[in-house]
């Protein structure tokens, strides 16, 4: 393996685009949970027949290309940072949404309420699954790549990107379904639809390779930063870089 080059990171660098895809990635996070989440959508493929998905698995599996970028470019701790401040994000839009909800409604809106309560009325398994999966799906997502680009020396970036969103879909769409419906659906029911979401979600990622093959590109030119995460603390359970 060639040998890992030195990264340019500095204490207190400030860089032009982090915020922003920091920003795109809470936005993404929230739409596909909130938006996305609420409808269930249903399409027949030519070989595999009729498949049933929640429509924000268009958009969820964009997270992590974010996801990827952030690692790729700005290293683990950086990334860390953003997925804390989505699950944040995410835990105050899912209380937000359970007090709204239980307000008392005014007389007007009272034919709206049900409507409300269908689109923005998760279960408390789905939210706490929503927060749980997220969380230790982003974490893995992250860590993969940062320890593939050591293995790598920064080579053949597209392994990196599918391998870790394989790894962090797998333990996000595993511990979501668990968490949210084991005991409410069948077995064969929960195992079939997580399936159905992972081969989607991971599919995203190998679709959208050469879009996450041009932005790393322009950030690392951009930022003049190509972070490796030879001496990093991969503890989860902190916000500092």
């Known amino acids: 393996m060639s040998a890992v080059p030195a990264s340019t ?3 207190g660098r400030v860089y032009r685009y982090y915020d922003f895809v920091m920003a795109a990635f809470v936005t993404v996070l929230l739409c596909s949970n909130l938006i996305g989440a609420a409808k269930a ?4 493929l030519p070989v595999i027949g009729t498949v049933t998905f929640g429509a924000g698995v268009l958009f969820f599996p964009i997270s992590y290309i974010f996801g990827d970028v952030l690692t790729e470019v700005y290293g683990y701790g950086r990334d860390r940072r953003v997925v804390w401040a989505g699950f944040a994000a995410l835990a105050f839009a899912t209380f937000m949404s359970l007090v709204v909800l239980n307000m008392p409604v005014a007389p007007f809106m009272a034919d ?4 409300l309560q269908d689109v923005f009325g998760n279960t408390w398994r789905i939210a706490l699954g929503s927060l749980i999966a997220f969380c230790c799906g982003s974490f893995t997502n992250s860590y993969v790549l940062a320890k593939m680009k050591l293995w790598t020396g920064g080579r053949w970036l597209w392994t990196r990107t599918i391998g870790s969103t394989l790894a962090g879909e797998l333990v996000d769409s595993s511990l979501f379904y668990v968490i949210a419906f084991y005991g409410i659906w069948p077995l064969e029911k929960v195992l079939q639809v997580a399936v ?4 989607l979600k991971t599919g995203w990622e190998v679709v959208m390779t050469p879009v996450t093959y041009k932005v790393v590109g322009f950030l690392k030119r951009a930022e003049n930063e190509d972070y490796f995460d030879r001496h990093t603390d991969f503890t989860p359970f902190r916000v500092r870089v």
């Open 112 to 115: 709206y309420q049900k409507s």
């Open 196 to 199: 159905a979401q992972y081969v």
């Open 9 to 11: 990171t500095q204490p």
């Open 41 to 44: 959508a249903q399409v027949t």
